[in-house]
């Protein structure tokens, strides 16, 4: 997009990113984007930089849409706003671990789908070492408190050793289309190193529970006839939400650059 023609940015969801993104749109810190409207099914009054809107309000004033949100929104809205010929960036990642919504969402239109990142890196090369040839061996390991990875699911034996933990606890071993569903809001991760590798079955993913995680760490490795590879990364976790990671939010704010069209940087 050209600087005379911003995008408008609608933004689902007030939350630990929202705020951080809505606020550095109202701000003018991202050129070529700004935030026209905030979607919430909290009334959110004056707090917010910009008008609170209904999604399907929002649809006919903007041209991009960012899911701040989780899941859900992903699943019960996606289809919606793209084929409203609006853009999508999506930040909870791990909802297109369910392949027929993948598929819906990358062959709706007229409307464009992106994905952010999030709070892993090294996904650019992963997808080009794909281009070269199936990776066959990908693993994730990610680490967070044992407080931010409680679930309703989980037995009283398993909550149990979680809470008492002395140390590090598997609290899951699975492929990255099984974990997320089970942890929709700390392992969009995950999905994220899916998408760049291709095959969800493919990455296998072990979710870790530790009373020592200050940081939040994911540590991805993969290997294949081309070459192997190792990222580590290792985050703060959100002072109000900390099943999240601080940087987040700035994935989000990076895609929006991209997006709006700003120049010199890293793809």
């Known amino acids: 997009m050209s600087s005379t023609a911003p995008r408008s940015v609608g933004l689902i969801g007030w939350g630990a990113i929202g705020r951080v993104v809505g606020g550095a749109l109202a701000a003018g810190e991202i050129p070529g984007a700004?935030?026209?409207?905030?979607?919430?099914?909290?009334?959110?009054?004056?707090?917010?930089?910009?008008?609170?809107r209904t999604l399907e309000q929002a649809l006919e004033s903007c041209d991009l849409i960012v899911e701040a949100a989780g899941q859900g929104v992903v699943r019960e809205w996606g289809t919606t706003i793209l084929a409203s010929g609006t853009d999508l960036l999506v930040a909870s990642t791990g909802a297109l671990t369910d392949e027929r919504l993948a598929k819906e969402l990358l062959n709706a239109g007229p409307g464009r789908v992106y994905f952010t990142g999030g709070a892993v890196g090294g996904l650019d090369l992963l997808q080009a070492a794909r281009a070269?040839?199936?990776?066959?061996?990908?693993?994730?390991t990610t680490t967070k408190l044992p407080s931010t990875l409680e679930q309703p699911w989980m037995d009283e034996e398993l909550l149990g050793r979680m809470r008492s933990a002395t140390g590090p606890v598997e609290v899951m071993a699975g492929t990255a289309r099984d974990v997320p569903v089970k942890f929709p809001k700390s392992t969009n991760v995950a999905a994220s190193v899916a998408l760049a590798v291709g095959d969800s079955d493919a990455v296998r993913v072990s979710v870790v529970a530790d009373p020592a995680a200050r940081h939040t760490s994911h540590v991805v490795e993969a290997s294949g006839a081309h070459g192997s590879y190792r990222f580590e990364v290792r985050h703060l976790?959100?002072?109000?939400?900390?099943?999240?990671?601080?940087?987040v939010p700035y994935a989000v704010l990076r895609s929006l650059a991209a997006l709006a069209g700003r120049t010199g940087q890293i793809l």
Do not use: I, W, Y
């Not at 070269?132 to 994730?140: E, I, R």
């Not at 976790?237 to 940087?247: E, K, L």
């Open 34 to 52: 700004e935030l026209v409207c905030v979607v919430d099914n909290r009334p959110l009054g004056d707090s917010v930089p910009a008008p609170q």
């Open 132 to 140: 070269m040839g199936p990776l066959d061996d990908v693993h994730l």
């Open 237 to 247: 976790p959100d002072t109000a939400n900390p099943a999240t990671s601080q940087v």
